[in-house]
């Protein structure tokens, strides 16, 4: 990754960034995506990433 020491903060700051639209997007799509499993498999998979 960049920045692995100093930027620290500002790289989770992003990752937090990139995942809060993901998310946003991933609501978005909820409503027309008519596989609903493979949308909550997405989110399960979005979800542990992030505690990683």
Do not use: C, Y
């Amino acid at each position: 990754m960049l920045g692995a020491g100093s930027l620290g903060k500002e790289s989770e700051f992003f990752h937090s960034l990139v995942i809060d639209l993901t998310f946003k997007k991933l609501d978005d799509l909820r409503s027309s995506w008519s596989n609903q499993n493979m949308l909550d498999g997405w989110i399960a998979i979005a979800l542990a990433n992030r505690q990683q």
